[in-house]
């Protein structure tokens, strides 16, 4: 078991409510998603991508592997979104405040988990 577990759990709820917001995307996730040109045929992807990785961030407090693999795959994941978000020259408050921001906690989940793990 991951010591301490909070981390995970507070990630995992952020990516729930992520994950809830996405599935008919709110204006600001909307706006966000048009201003880096994702195209809206994969939005719907969006939801249950991140409620799995709710569920395995709960499941890896248990299975430190899958903690370590969901980590890496949301440091991936925001990778790309920072990368689009500079492709699109959005260099707003969604790159720093929300992917940006986003990447630095799942980076810091990640050192944290594969420490713990």
């Not at 599935?23 to 880096?36: G, W």
């Not at 939801?47 to 299975?63: D, H, S, T």
């Amino acid at each position: 078991m991951v010591q301490p577990w909070w981390p995970l759990a507070l990630l995992a709820v952020i990516q729930l409510c992520d994950a809830v917001l996405c599935v008919k995307p709110v204006a600001f996730i909307r706006q966000c998603l048009n201003d880096v040109r994702f195209p809206e045929r994969f939005w719907k992807f969006l939801p249950p991508l991140k409620a799995a990785a709710a569920a395995g961030l709960i499941v890896g407090i248990w299975v430190p592997p899958l903690a370590v693999l969901v980590c890496a795959a949301l440091v991936c994941y925001f990778v790309a979104a920072v990368s689009a978000h500079v492709r699109a020259r959005d260099f707003g408050r969604n790159l720093f405040l929300n992917a940006t921001a986003m990447l630095v906690i799942c980076s810091a989940a990640l050192v944290f988990t594969v420490q713990a793990a």
